[in-house]
């Protein structure tokens, strides 16, 4: 398995195909929804492919100079609990910090806080989010 930084257009298509498999697909999302307003040319994606399968994504995007939030993270369900998303985070935590960011905001829903926790993330539970799709609560780590 290799977790890669998606910098060309068939990286981006691996973060894409995990989107469309592990969440438009399971939860019946609509390519619409799941594809906003931030999955831009500017949007930086990391991909884990387990030879040449994209099982995992997360999407990073600046909120402003200090902060990027890191979202979408999904895994394909058969690869769950493996430790992949946590990977996933760290090496988007990592290029976020080369890009200059000091502070990392998760948008987490409810049932995943404590894999967030666990890897350093701050639940600001005055601040529930309520989406389309999920209820969710914004999460901070200083980088």
């Known amino acids: 398995m290799e977790i890669l930084r998606a910098t060309t257009t068939a990286g981006r298509a691996g973060a894409y195909y995990v989107r469309i498999q592990a969440m438009a697909r399971k939860h019946q ?10 999955d831009t040319p500017d949007t930086k994606y990391i991909v884990a492919v387990d030879n040449y399968l994209p099982i995992a994504t997360c999407r990073l995007y600046a909120i402003d100079n200090a ?9 394909l369900p058969e690869y769950r ?4 998303g946590t990977l996933v985070v ?14 990392a905001v998760v948008e987490s829903r409810d049932n995943k ?30 980088l």
Not at 92 to 99: G, H, Y
Not at 127 to 135: A, L, P, S
């Open 67 to 75: 902060k990027v939030m890191l979202g979408r993270i999904v895994v």
């Open 90 to 103: 760290r090496e988007a935590e990592t290029w976020a910090r080369e890009l200059g960011f000091t502070t």
């Open 81 to 84: 609990h493996q430790g992949i």
């Open 113 to 142: 806080i404590p894999f967030y926790e666990s890897m350093g993330y701050v639940a600001d539970m005055e601040r529930k989010i309520e989406g389309e799709t999920f209820t969710c609560f914004r999460m901070e780590k200083n």
């Open 29 to 38: 999302i609509p390519l619409d929804v799941e594809f906003d307003e931030h």
